[in-house]
């Protein structure tokens, strides 16, 4: 998950900070350990909004009631009233809202549980948009307000990831790439880029086993969430976030800070530039994935899905997968409902059940 406690990213000044690799003396001049691409720009990443046409059934336990309206803020909007009161009322009813308007955009199902953190979540929009009651909030929502759908979205996702997560993926994926060594282009998609740990670890594993920055790999890397696209995209990162790579992959792959940027580590722009990193919702009628896909990392997503929503985005995948692609699951996923399309490999990597179209 995003620490909401982590400091941002401070800006730099000029003159005031500089880059250089991990591990090496301030202030040297970056040296590419590896071939390094063309310095092309980097795809634009499209901030379209999230579409709310569709509709789907609200999960089991779901169910639309109305929802209280009366206001009920404290003055100067603090976070709770005095003996520890809510700042507004979110009724059962609310909650039960929140979940159908989620799991209709989003095919996301929230758990009974979640209703505290979905209040916590939820009542910063209520104060953004100087709405005093979640009855008026959800109303706008409903009436297509597409701006606050995006940030609503975004609100209750959750990003919890790290660099070479599950890392007994890597070496499998890094084996199925010399396998493919004569395909160009072969194509990667990770579908939930979160802040960017795993789509830059693809990248890293895809640069190792080329030994170059130049390589025949294309990898787009998509996630509903907006705010930590935009994190991926820029690839900088405080130093606890990265210090558990190896030395060779700090040097190799990043760049320090200091002034301004001290205690801060960058991905190397060769690095960056080997990721077109896009917005997407699982559950939108079109993807903007060009095929057939190599591989394909759908990792810690599926979990958020129902079973039938689950295996309506597996049915998807297939199509546009090559018949000897691979899809790795997180570590708690088991894809054993779609077994007609994809059977496991073991370690949750799986492949296509029928391997002709």
């Known amino acids: 998950m995003v620490d909401p406690k982590r400091p941002p990213v401070p800006p730099a000044k000029p003159g005031s900070s500089s880059l250089s690799p991990v591990g090496s003396t301030l202030g040297a001049r970056p040296a590419s350990p590896l071939g390094a691409r063309p310095a092309t720009p980097a795809p634009a990443r499209p901030q379209s909004p999230l579409s709310s046409s569709l509709s789907r059934p609200l999960p089991p336990g779901g169910g639309i009631a109305a929802s209280s309206s009366a206001p009920a803020r404290t003055p100067g909007g603090l976070g709770q009233r005095e003996g520890g009161a809510r700042e507004f009322v979110f009724t059962s009813a609310d909650f039960e809202r929140v979940r159908k308007l989620i799991y209709q955009h989003a095919g996301i199902s929230l758990s009974p549980a979640k209703q505290d953190m979905v209040y916590s979540r939820l009542a910063r929009r209520l104060r953004a948009t100087n709405k005093n009651s979640f009855g008026d909030y959800l109303e ?3 009436k297509g307000n597409s701006d606050e759908w995006e ?4 609100s209750l996702t959750t990003n919890l990831t790290s660099f070479f997560r599950e890392p007994h993926h890597f070496p499998i994926f890094a084996e199925h790439l010399k396998k493919l060594g004569s395909r160009n282009p072969i194509r ?3 579908s939930a880029a979160s802040t960017g740990e795993e789509p830059y670890s693809i ?3 895809v640069a190792e086993t080329f030994n170059s920055f130049t390589t025949p790999v294309s990898i787009i890397a998509t996630d509903l969430d907006t705010n930590v696209l935009a994190t991926a995209d820029k690839g900088v990162y405080a130093m ?3 210090e558990r790579l ?3 992959r700090l040097k190799r792959f990043f760049l320090k800070g200091s002034g301004s940027q001290e205690g801060y580590a960058a991905v190397r722009p060769e690095l960056r530039r080997m990721i077109q990193f896009q917005q997407l919702n699982l559950l939108n009628a079109s993807y903007p994935v060009k095929g057939p896909l190599d591989v394909i990392f759908c990792r810690n997503v599926m979990i958020y899905f ?3 929503t689950q295996y309506k985005i597996l049915s998807r995948f297939a199509p546009m997968m090559q018949e000897d692609g691979l899809l790795f699951a997180g570590h708690s996923e088991s894809f054993l ?3 007609d399309i994809f059977r496991s490999l073991g370690k949750t990597v799986y492949e296509l059940s029928r391997r002709t179209r």
């Open 246 to 248: 190896s030395p060779d």
């Open 140 to 142: 706008m929502l409903e």
């Open 151 to 154: 940030r609503f979205v975004n």
């Open 203 to 205: 990248a890293m594993t």
């Open 306 to 308: 129902d079973k039938p």
């Open 240 to 242: 606890d976030r990265v």
């Open 188 to 190: 990667v998609w990770c």
């Open 337 to 339: 409902h779609a077994a």
